[in-house]
């Protein structure tokens, strides 16, 4: 059975190329800087967004066509499996990604949900088995059941932290079952509404005791994948714990947790946190903590995870000269948590959606590989901090001075000249080499 029959296996065609279901920079074997294409950006497509979404929003109910719709049930989850495989075939993508709820329908009992996930998980690895797609991440949803209104690790009820904890002890069993090379926790409903009725210590204590649990049974099942916090400041809740990285990665070394995560980054995440996408990658990076990455972009004028698919070269740029000095993102990838807009319903889209996304992240990828062949920003910044590396600078980053030292350093001084910080030229110049690498 095909779900996507006018589809054709897109394949790379090149620049020039107008036709819209091809791949005009995205070319997977292609060699940049010793790895390929594919090994650099280990894309994922995110079954959420792709075969669970539908279109609805707080205004209007379902839009998406999707020739898995007339389906029902564990019909329906086995219809869209069927369908998962042949896309991440025919977009020729390494990975995908999904939450428990996404593949397989919640029952009325914990029980009920995992006999339903286990008939999934088991046709899905069968599928595994003969495609070349693996497993980036899994994760629990603990967000959209009511049980989970007021948090789940962090909720004031422990019956529901309990509930909780089996649903990804679950996951884990699933993740190493599947062969998956993350697992994810966002912590959707883990924050708090009203200071009013929250005790802060209490819940944050809860979450760490929590992450402390998974890390005990991902040991004793031998699952070995890497843990990723995927880091929002707000949305579902006021204010979600996991705020941002440098808040999460306080949080992971005050609990004694640091050497178990990573972060997974969204880009959208960021910028509702006032940092940009780049500026999170490198606070991950610089710490050695940057996992994985959820692509998508936000829209300036909207307040909120718009989610929608990447196109903005300016930002993969940046985003792929972060992942590039990190060395690449290791088990992480590049996982399309984005949704095609409501008003793109039907299938094809989700091809359009792929292949824009895809092809934005291998233009950053060109052009970010290019900027450092060059030392665009290298050379600057190394010329920019050179007073640090000899006299009263060396001084300083060598532990050898002090208030007395530099005081008397500073009342010697005469004139003290600051140098230009050349933004706009460093812009521009980036401006050139996006221009020039499309070509
Ligand atoms: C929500 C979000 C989630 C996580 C996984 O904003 O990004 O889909 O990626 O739970
Ligand atoms: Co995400």
């Not at 890497?226 to 440098?246: R, W």
């Not at 980054?265 to 990455?293: D, K, P, Q, W, Y």
């Not at 970010?368 to 062949?373: G, S, V, W």
Request: proline fraction near 3%.
């Amino acid at each position: 059975m095909s779900y996507f029959t006018a589809i054709q296996p897109i394949q790379y065609e090149g620049a020039t190329s107008r036709n819209p279901l091809a791949f005009k920079h995205y070319n997977p074997t292609e060699l940049v800087n010793g790895r390929t294409m594919e090994e650099w950006l280990r894309f994922a497509v995110s079954y959420w967004h792709t075969f669970t979404g539908d279109g609805s929003d707080p205004f209007g109910v379902s839009t998406m066509q999707r020739p898995w719709n007339h389906y029902q049930g564990l019909d329906l989850a086995k219809a869209r499996v069927e369908a998962s495989f042949e896309m991440f075939e025919k977009l020729n993508v390494p990975y995908f990604c999904f939450h428990d709820v996404d593949v397989a329908p919640e029952g009325n009992t914990l029980r009920e949900t995992y006999r339903n996930l286990d008939k999934i998980v088991q046709m899905i690895k069968e599928y595994m088995k003969t495609s070349r797609t693996k497993l980036l991440w899994n994760t629990a949803n603990l967000f959209t059941h009511p049980r989970y209104v007021h948090g789940a690790a962090t909720s004031p009820n422990a019956e529901v932290f309990a509930h909780a904890a089996a649903k990804v002890k679950k996951g884990l069993e699933i993740g190493k079952e599947l062969g998956a090379a993350n697992y994810v926790f966002w912590g959707g409903r883990e924050g708090y509404e009203t200071l009013l009725n929250t005790d802060m210590k209490q819940e944050v204590d809860q979450l760490a005791r929590f992450f402390h649990l998974a890390v005990d049974y991902a040991k004793e099942i031998g699952f070995d994948a890497q843990f990723l916090i995927e880091p929002k400041p707000k949305e579902p809740t006021k204010h979600q714990y996991d705020f941002d990285v440098a808040t999460g990665l306080a949080f992971l070394q005050s609990y004694g947790l640091k050497e178990h995560f990573k972060f997974n980054i969204e880009a959208n995440h960021a910028t509702l946190a006032g940092h940009s996408f780049e500026h999170e990658l490198r606070v991950a990076r610089i710490n050695g903590m940057l996992g994985s990455v959820d692509a998508n972009q936000g829209d300036l004028l909207l307040g909120w995870d718009t989610d929608e698919f990447p196109t903005d070269l300016y930002s993969t740029t940046l985003a792929m000269y972060e992942i590039l000095l990190n060395g690449g993102l290791g088990s992480g990838g590049l996982n399309f948590d984005a949704k095609v807009r409501r008003g793109s319903f039907e299938p094809e889209d989700l091809f359009y959606a792929h292949i824009a996304g895809m092809d934005s992240f291998a233009v950053g990828l060109k052009v970010a590989n290019k900027l450092l062949e060059d030392r665009v920003l290298e050379d600057f910044i190394a010329e920019r901090y050179r007073s640090y590396t000899e006299g009263v600078g060396l001084e300083i980053m060598e532990g050898r001075a002090n208030l007395h030292t530099l005081e008397k350093y500073a009342l010697e001084q005469t004139e003290i000249k600051n140098r230009s910080g050349r933004q706009e030229l460093l812009k521009a110049t980036i401006n050139q080499y996006i221009i020039e690498v499309k070509r």
